[in-house]
């Protein structure tokens, strides 16, 4: 019986066996067996040899389990060649402004990349079920084009609960809303007279644009779709959206970022940078901002709690050129630039990169997405890239 085996056999047995299988097999073997992978203990000691560095506590044992799947498949990838868990799209024939991940699980399979470019159009590529496709070349996509747009596409955002509704904005002046599934646009969201520079999803069928007029504009879309409030109070267009859900933050090209109480329309807090702030993400209590200086920028980290954003540090993030843009997770941090570079490193925010991807060649790289353990890119090479672990699944 397992109830004589001493613990500490059983944890040392299953440092041998990835994340993934514990979860998904071996907590369903016995219930000494679940109990261990159920408590907080047993993830924080399975975590310790990647060192501790997120900038806030984790919550929950959910969390400290996808932390320790995460430095796993991705600590595990940056020791590899690049080219290994590499492939390349082409089809847009303008350079690529924007990118996003549908629907992704953690190995990047049967998700849906799309890419609004400066054609004005938004690709989409869909990747095939693994078993179908054994191999990353081209030949484990299908794409197709949706063409509404009259100008560049530069936003694009996802419904949290749906996998197939699209938003795209851009500098026609335009939100659009698409059917990814059927592949057609369902909705024409008109009141911009501007150029729509950033778009978010703070929660189910609440969408909100920020302008290169310098306003915020939050929509509820259950029909008929309204305009339900404004947000004013930038001095430059709104570049980029996050949100804790209630809490909004924006980044302007005024160099600052503010952090807005949707429930109340008023703004909180803001922070002024040395210059540009051309992307921040929010994620798990962590807010990361990018500042678009020459000849480089610094990253600047915050942590999110009781409502006031609090700054932790700054690092230079190693590109020889403005950087573009960032996204976490609880693992490690993705950095862009104009270098053509993404550069990869963990939290503990080493001077080298654990991994620096250089799948456009040079070429600026205009935006990156990462969600679970996926990244994509895109950038004026025309082109986007996907870089998936080859054993990222939990």
Same mark, same amino acid.
């Given at each position: 019986?397992?109830?004589?085996?001493? =613990?500490? @056999?059983?944890?040392?047995?299953?440092?041998?066996?990835?994340?993934?299988?514990?979860?998904?097999?071996?907590?369903?073997?016995?219930?000494?067996?679940?109990?261990?992978?159920?408590?907080?203990?047993?993830?924080?000691?399975?975590?310790?040899?990647?060192?501790?560095?997120?900038?806030?506590?984790?919550?929950?044992?959910?969390?400290?389990?996808?932390?320790?799947?995460?430095?796993?498949?991705?600590?595990?990838?940056?020791?590899?060649?690049?080219?290994?868990?590499?492939?390349?799209?082409?089809?847009?024939?303008g350079?690529?402004?924007?990118? @996003?991940?549908?629907?992704? %699980?953690?190995?990047?399979?049967? !998700?849906?990349?799309?890419? #609004?470019?400066?054609?004005?159009?938004?690709?989409?590529?869909?990747?095939?079920?693994?078993?179908? =496709?054994?191999?990353?070349?081209?030949?484990?996509?299908?794409?197709?084009?949706?063409s509404?747009?009259?100008?560049?596409?530069?936003s694009?955002?996802? %419904?949290?609960?749906?996998?197939?509704?699209?938003?795209? #904005?851009?500098?026609?002046n335009?939100?659009?809303?698409?059917?990814? !599934?059927?592949?057609?646009?369902?909705?024409?969201?008109?009141?911009h007279?501007?150029?729509?520079?950033?778009?978010?999803?703070?929660?189910?069928?609440?969408?909100?644009?920020?302008?290169?007029?310098?306003?915020?504009?939050?929509?509820?879309?259950?029909?008929?779709?309204?305009?339900?409030?404004?947000?004013?109070?930038?001095?430059?267009?709104?570049?980029?959206? #996050?949100? =804790?859900?209630?809490?909004?933050?924006?980044?302007?090209?005024?160099?600052?970022?503010?952090?807005? %109480?949707?429930? *109340?329309q008023?703004?909180?807090?803001?922070?002024?940078?040395?210059?540009?702030?051309?992307w921040?993400?929010?994620?798990?209590?962590?807010?990361?901002? *990018?500042?678009?200086?020459?000849?480089?920028?610094?990253?600047?980290?915050?942590?999110? *709690?009781?409502?006031?954003?609090?700054?932790?540090?700054?690092?230079?993030? #190693?590109?020889?050129?403005? +950087?573009?843009?960032?996204?976490?997770?609880?693992?490690?941090?993705?950095?862009?630039?104009?270098?053509?570079?993404v550069?990869?490193?963990?939290?503990?925010?080493?001077?080298?990169?654990?991994?620096? +991807?250089?799948?456009?060649?040079?070429?600026?790289?205009?935006?990156?997405?990462?969600?679970?353990?996926?990244?994509?890119?895109?950038?004026?090479?025309?082109?986007?890239?996907?870089? =998936?672990?080859?054993?990222?699944?939990?």
């Amino acid at each position: 019986s397992f109830n004589t085996v001493p =613990t500490e @056999l059983i944890v040392h047995i299953f440092s041998f066996i990835p994340t993934r299988v514990l979860l998904r097999t071996v907590a369903l073997v016995c219930k000494t067996f679940g109990e261990i992978l159920k408590s907080d203990w047993y993830w924080k000691t399975r975590h310790s040899p990647y060192g501790n560095h997120f900038p806030v506590e984790f919550e929950g044992v959910s969390q400290w389990q996808l932390a320790c799947a995460q430095s796993e498949i991705l600590t595990a990838a940056c020791s590899r060649d690049p080219t290994e868990n590499s492939c390349t799209m082409k089809g847009p024939t303008g350079a690529v402004d924007c990118v @996003l991940l549908l629907d992704p %699980d953690l190995h990047g399979t049967n !998700a849906v990349i799309a890419a #609004g470019a400066r054609d004005g159009n938004i690709y989409l590529w869909r990747r095939r079920r693994r078993e179908e =496709t054994p191999g990353r070349s081209m030949r484990s996509f299908t794409g197709s084009v949706l063409s509404e747009h009259t100008g560049r596409v530069w936003s694009l955002a996802s %419904d949290p609960t749906s996998t197939s509704l699209l938003c795209s #904005g851009g500098w026609d002046n335009k939100v659009l809303l698409w059917d990814v !599934a059927a592949g057609q646009r369902v909705e024409n969201i008109g009141t911009h007279k501007f150029a729509v520079l950033s778009l978010l999803f703070p929660e189910s069928h609440v969408l909100m644009t920020g302008c290169f007029d310098k306003q915020i504009r939050e929509f509820d879309l259950r029909t008929p779709i309204s305009h339900t409030s404004t947000l004013t109070g930038h001095k430059g267009p709104v570049l980029c959206l #996050g949100s =804790t859900g209630y809490y909004v933050f924006s980044a302007s090209d005024d160099k600052t970022v503010c952090m807005w %109480d949707r429930r *109340t329309q008023k703004r909180l807090q803001k922070v002024t940078h040395k210059s540009i702030v051309t992307w921040l993400h929010y994620d798990h209590g962590v807010l990361t901002v *990018t500042e678009g200086g020459r000849p480089t920028g610094n990253v600047n980290i915050y942590s999110f *709690t009781g409502g006031h954003l609090d700054f932790l540090q700054a690092f230079n993030p #190693g590109h020889s050129k403005p +950087l573009t843009c960032i996204s976490h997770n609880l693992a490690m941090i993705a950095t862009s630039s104009q270098d053509g570079l993404v550069n990869l490193r963990s939290w503990n925010l080493a001077d080298k990169p654990l991994l620096s +991807l250089n799948n456009h060649k040079g070429n600026s790289i205009s935006r990156i997405h990462w969600n679970g353990s996926t990244l994509v890119a895109g950038g004026g090479d025309m082109t986007v890239s996907l870089w =998936t672990p080859k054993s990222a699944s939990l």
